[in-house]
């Protein structure tokens, strides 16, 4: 990322543009905790899962419910900008790449190695640009070894307790000062557009996520499991199935008009995610 004037930060240009209201709410709610907003997005997944199933008869595990879901995040947060926002040191930033970050663990055990990591896309991808980069770096963190951010968590987690806090407290001084860690921050999901948590692979219900007042982050999404619920088609109650995304997000990156907004955009890309195949032209952004 190019920086343009003194204020923009290496992940993200400064927003000069700002209404009056969201300039003003970081000054009365300084923490994001104050700020986050939560939301559940049922998901009617009849169309998402005949387009996964079709997808694998075809062409085996090139997609997967999980990858699609992450590619109609991504895809929306392109059409929706604003939602590639943070607030750092009473600043908003503005993102030009896309990161996901995510989470996995070695094994289906309770003691398995649990390892973080974030994925960057451009604006542009489609879903298979997203399901090939998520499924190369989940398959890297399900071996086991430590590499990105984890590096840095198991070096400072077998450190003296001093020294862990006196190294997260710089490192978040720096942060806040628009000079964040760079070799760190490059691989920390806590320094991305979204953090997903897939909680339907664990058949766990999705929680209402907090967001972390430490790194960029200001969008948590958890999925939940696929569940049948009656629903009315036609004029008849029939079961279908419904996947839950509890979405978490920082009030000040936007407001609630532009938020239902993106929350409309998500529906109708997994209502018809044929879509996503087609590579995003940035001429279609709304601002």
Same mark, same amino acid.
């Given at each position: 990322m190019k920086k343009k004037n003194r204020r923009d930060r290496d992940d993200g240009i400064f927003v000069e543009e700002l209404n009056d209201f969201n300039r003003f709410i970081p000054f009365i709610t300084p923490s994001r905790i104050e700020r986050q907003v939560y939301g559940t997005v049922s998901i009617d997944a009849t169309n998402l899962l005949e387009y996964i199933a079709e997808k694998k008869a075809t062409e085996g595990n090139v997609v997967t419910l999980y990858t699609t879901i992450v590619a109609a995040l991504v895809r929306m947060i392109a059409i929706k900008p604003h939602m590639n926002r943070f607030v750092k040191g009473y600043r908003t930033y503005q993102r030009e790449k896309i990161e996901v970050g995510h989470i996995a663990m070695a094994s289906m055990d309770e003691d398995s190695v649990?390892?973080?990591? =974030? *994925?960057?896309? +451009?604006? !542009?991808?489609?879903? #298979? @640009?997203?399901?090939? %980069?998520? /499924?190369? @770096?989940? &398959? !890297? /963190?399900?071996? +086991?070894?430590? #590499? +990105?951010?984890? =590096?840095?968590?198991? &070096?400072? %987690?077998?450190?003296?307790? #001093?020294? *862990? =806090?006196? /190294?997260?407290?710089?490192?978040? #001084?720096l942060d806040r000062h628009g000079r964040p860690p760079k070799a760190y921050m490059e691989t920390d999901p806590f320094h991305s557009s979204v953090f997903v948590s897939n909680l339907g692979s664990i058949k766990c219900i999705p929680p209402l996520h907090h967001l972390s007042e430490y790194g960029t982050n200001s969008f948590f999404v958890s999925i939940g499991p696929v569940e049948n619920r009656p629903a009315v088609v036609d004029g008849e109650v029939v079961a279908r199935p419904f996947i839950d995304l509890v979405l978490t997000l920082d009030d000040a990156i936007a407001d609630g008009f532009y938020f239902s907004n993106a929350v409309r955009t998500l529906r109708e890309l997994l209502d018809d995610p044929r879509v996503l195949e087609e590579r995003y032209l940035p001429k279609d952004v709304t601002l």
């Open positions: 649990r390892m973080i990591h =974030k *994925t960057p896309f +451009g604006p !542009e991808a489609d879903v #298979f @640009d997203v399901s090939n %980069g998520m /499924m190369r @770096d989940i &398959k !890297e /963190m399900k071996n +086991g070894d430590s #590499f +990105g951010s984890n =590096k840095f968590i198991s &070096k400072f %987690g077998r450190s003296p307790r #001093f020294y *862990t =806090k006196l /190294m997260c407290r710089l490192s978040d #001084f």
